[in-house]
């Protein structure tokens, strides 16, 4: 092939794929994130040091956040309700108190920030539905009957799932039909659903059917069939186990281990002090970043694919 021609294609070819990639940042990516209070995020904002602050304000100018959370409503509405920057938000006054924070964050921060540096030219639209000491078998279950919330004591707990599928809904109705792609959902749920020695075994023995229907029902709610699901590891026994299974059987979800070797990178530090005696239990600063960054890791891979 003589030498000009190669060039030129060459050039084609570049040209081409620098305008795919334009048309790609057109569009906002909207990515979804549900699940209990580990979601909902108890990271102590305040721990942030002076780069991760810069980081994140540059990163809310590309980074919307929509974020509803309860455990109790005020006038039907949610307790925590966010619309606007990515950017830390209030516990509530007794997590204040237990957690020992005033400002907190989820998953959602880290990963923000990783996704706006990786890509500074695109807009994100994060949608969140959190709420802790929740069920899959009950508050988040597609199939919400009051015999499987009645298991614990969840019968007038909100259902969650739908109130998911309301929010995503409401903020993706305010965009323009092509101006939009949901591209990713993020899920950290399944440490009540493992208590058997609470509830029995009913819903960690339920729990891959329950994760199953919620992915395949969202994907078929928002008619996208290949939409990516990123599932932490929490819990315990089945429920762990049952995470494990569905992201060998379905190629689009992912999972992201948790171990608990300190110098593992999949070790979450939580916070070490009691409350009432009992441990806290919940991922404390370094904990909470490290998964909103293996969050990253794993979504920026789906990408590069």
């Not at 049952?242 to 281990?257: A, Q």
């Amino acid at each position: 092939m003589p030498k000009a021609v190669v060039v030129l294609s060459l050039i084609l070819t570049l040209a081409f794929t620098f305008d795919a990639r334009s048309q790609e940042v057109k569009k906002t990516k909207v990515l979804i994130f549900a699940g209990q209070s580990n979601m909902d995020g108890k990271g102590d904002g305040l721990m942030l040091n002076k780069n991760e602050i810069r980081d994140l304000r540059i990163a809310g100018k590309k980074v919307k956040f929509v974020f509803d959370s309860s455990m109790g409503r005020i006038n039907d509405n949610p307790i925590t309700s966010i619309r606007g920057d990515l950017k830390l938000t209030d516990p509530l006054p007794q997590h204040k108190k237990k957690y020992r924070i005033s400002k907190s964050f989820g998953p959602e921060l880290f990963l923000g920030i990783e996704l706006n540096k990786a890509y500074p030219n695109q807009d994100f639209l994060f949608i969140k539905r959190s709420q802790g000491h929740t069920s899959l078998h009950g508050s988040w279950n597609p199939e919400w009957d009051r015999e499987k919330a009645a298991i614990f004591n969840e019968e007038n707990y909100p259902k969650l799932y739908y109130e998911l599928l309301e929010l995503i809904d409401s903020q993706v109705g305010n965009l323009k039909k092509d101006s939009f792609e949901i591209t990713g959902v993020f899920w950290v749920q399944g440490e009540k659903d493992s208590s058997i020695k609470n509830y029995g075994d009913i819903p960690s023995k339920n729990y891959y059917k329950n994760l199953k229907n919620v992915v395949t029902s969202l994907r078929t709610h928002l008619n996208l069939e290949k939409l990516p699901f990123f599932i932490l590891q929490v819990g315990s026994g089945e429920v762990v186990a049952s995470m494990k299974r569905l992201s060998k059987e379905d190629k689009n979800v992912y999972f992201i281990p948790q171990e608990f070797n300190p110098k593992s990178k999949y070790f979450y530090p939580k916070y070490k002090h009691k409350w009432n005696g009992v441990p806290v239990g919940h991922y404390n600063y370094e904990g909470m970043k490290k998964i909103g960054i293996r969050f990253f890791e794993s979504y920026n891979a789906t990408r590069i694919k």
